[in-house]
């Protein structure tokens, strides 16, 4: 039976992930060192699950209200005052979703119509594109450049910016690169908003993993764009909860009510078990979020060294877990490299050309590994690129 006259032609025009290519390829092959994923190797505190197990024990089971329960909704609003300045009502300006991937699709489906377009810096998190495709908006890129150590540049948002612009996704701190945006950069960013009277969806998600001094800032607490910006964040990457699938929104009332709406029909609400923890997560988690914060740094270091030292170079990632290294020395695209690297050397990181086109000649490699994980991937990919040299 022919199924193609019945399928969203759409759907059918996405690609799948570039980063679940090489997954799947490592999963079916043994002895295989994976730096794929961006995947906590750390458990979740043992008090989070605890919070979860218990709330099974007592039978907890029910469904939550639609926006998430008012002790999580009220410990998020808390976390983003404590945190990053900016004040939320926990009634009406948050939205508990499954996931923060939830949370962007949401906003996408929510802001973004026929014709709309969606400015979207590379490379990026691969959903961003392809929801914008979805939602019947125009993904309309922006090359960011590995000498601006992959900052958004106002002056590019600026060229980017037609009378069809509606939304601009700040993915920072970013996966695939490592990059931040300090608040300077983000004023500039702010000005240009204001000014052509655009939206922010800010991807937040590794807020709580910058280095370096560095603390995340979020833009909606830049002066003027409290009332345009749209925050994403959740408990994957922070407190080692991906399994948990939790995110949120937070956001002017008009929107967020709306983005409830599409919540109720499609998902209804996000697993009673996880929000539980999650709330123990925000009243008691900081100290485990630091702890973790503090390994990742050590691994960043252990990693960016090794790929410098290798020839690999790349400039230093403030945020998230991943290293962005070039590797146009090679002589190989980033298809070519990752391809060889794991059928030759087994081991998996991610092309850089599935995170855009600009990210062709690099590649992703995840620190989110233990260190004897990551030492012997190392060694293997220093193996690799001496018989490269070798001609082998």
């Excluded at 973004?112 to 377009?117: C, L």
């Excluded at 009510?257 to 919540?263: D, R």
């Excluded at 230093?316 to 290294?325: D, K």
Aim: net charge negative; aromatic share 10%; with cysteine.
């Amino acid at each position: 039976m022919d199924y193609t006259k019945y399928l969203n032609r759409s759907i059918q025009s996405i690609e799948p992930s570039g980063i679940r290519k090489f997954f799947d390829i490592a999963n079916e092959m043994e002895n295989v060192i994976s730096l794929s994923i961006g995947e906590p190797d750390f458990q979740t505190p043992w008090h989070i699950r605890d919070e979860g197990i218990r709330s099974l024990e007592k039978g907890r089971t029910w469904y939550s209200p639609n926006r998430g329960f008012s002790d999580l909704l009220q410990e998020i609003s808390n976390y983003y005052q404590r945190r990053f300045g900016v004040t939320y009502d926990p009634r009406k300006q948050a939205l508990v979703t499954v996931g923060g991937s939830e949370a962007i699709d949401l906003t996408f489906r929510t802001l973004v119509g026929e014709g709309d377009e969606v400015i979207i810096p590379q490379p990026a998190f691969v959903c961003y594109e392809p929801l914008t495709l979805m939602a019947g908006g125009t993904p309309v890129i922006i090359n960011t450049k590995n000498e601006d150590n992959f900052r958004l540049r106002a002056s590019d948002l600026r060229a980017a910016i037609t009378d069809k612009t509606k939304l601009l996704v700040l993915p920072f701190p970013n996966n695939p690169t490592g990059a931040i945006m300090e608040r300077h950069d983000l004023e500039q960013i702010a000005e240009v908003c204001i000014e052509k009277d655009i939206l922010v969806l800010s991807d937040e998600i590794y807020s709580e993993l910058t280095y370096g001094g560095r603390d995340h800032v979020s833009i909606a607490s830049v002066e003027g764009m409290y009332e345009r910006t749209i925050v994403i964040n959740g408990f994957s990457k922070s407190y080692a909860m991906t399994g948990w699938r939790l995110g949120y929104a937070l956001g002017p009332i008009e929107i967020i009510s709306q983005m409830t709406k599409l919540h109720q029909y499609g998902i209804m609400s996000a697993p009673t078990t996880a929000q539980y923890a999650a709330i123990e997560a925000l009243r008691n988690g900081d100290r485990d979020v630091s702890k973790m914060r503090d390994e990742y740094d050590m691994r960043r270091r252990l990693v960016v060294d090794s790929f410098n030292e290798m020839g690999l170079t790349c400039f230093e990632p403030l945020g998230a877990f991943y290293v962005f290294p070039c590797i146009k020395s090679t002589g190989l695209s980033s298809e070519e490299f990752c391809t060889r690297l794991i059928m030759e050397k087994h081991v998996a990181v991610v092309p850089g050309s599935a995170f855009g086109k600009c990210g062709d000649g690099f590649v992703r490699v995840s620190y989110s590994y233990s260190l004897k994980h990551l030492k012997t991937a190392l060694a293997r990919i220093k193996e690799f690129l001496e018989e490269l040299k070798n001609g082998n």
